[in-house]
């Protein structure tokens, strides 16, 4: 699947009611500003490590499988 085809399935999936909002990709972003943005654009900000801290913050892995917190 292309990244056109999935943006696609992800705004059929918002607009049938299909994919909750805040299990929708599409949104994920919405509230960041728009510095925010930019920094991670130019390589200011490593979005998977702060993905990964998030993880680690809920006591999961990499694979979202619960591991306790350290």
Known sequence: MTHAQQVNEWKAGAALGFIPDDENPLFLLNGA??????????????????????????????????VGFN
Not at 34 to 62: A, F, Y
């Open 33 to 66: 500003a728009k510095d925010i943005l930019v920094e991670i654009l130019g390589g200011g900000i490593d979005i998977i490590e702060l993905v990964k801290l998030e993880l680690r913050s809920r006591g999961l892995n990499e694979e979202g499988r619960f």
